[in-house]
């Protein structure tokens, strides 16, 4: 079964990661910590067979939502909005508490404890047809 990890970012983490005043700062260690724990997470993930595919996504401020009828285009970052999709994984494995237990291992990434401390994701399995909706 395939299961779609997301991982999620407010526009103050990106502030906050782009050295913006106001914002706790990441230091160059904690990238070079944080790119270090995801090669190895992700290349983990490779070497096992149970990675489909990942990636992150730039800041809401780069950000377009279409809606509505007739259809309108705003651009982000959206003030009703705390946080945002920041990026993903794909993982193909034989158990949502496998694809739960691959998610955990997101809390061991390193960065400034605040964030860290808010950090969460969301495992969803990924249906392919409507019989599997799951209500």
Sequence with gaps: MKYMILSY???????AMAGEPGQTPWK?????AMAEFMTAFNRE????????????LDAPVHTR?????????TDGPYA??????????????????????IA???????????IAAAAYADVRPIVESSGELGF
């Design 45 to 56: 993930l490779e070497e096992s067979g149970e990675l489909v595919e990942t990636r992150g």
């Design 104 to 114: 955990l291992r997101l809390g061991e990434c390193p960065g400034p404890p605040e």
């Design 28 to 32: 160059p260690e904690d990238f070079a």
């Design 80 to 101: 009703e909005t705390q946080e945002v999709l920041a990026g993903y994984w794909i993982v193909e494995c034989d158990s949502f508490d496998r694809a739960t237990a």
């Design 65 to 73: 939502r279409v809606g509505g009828s007739p259809a309108v285009v």
């Design 9 to 15: 970012a407010s526009q103050r983490d990106y502030n």
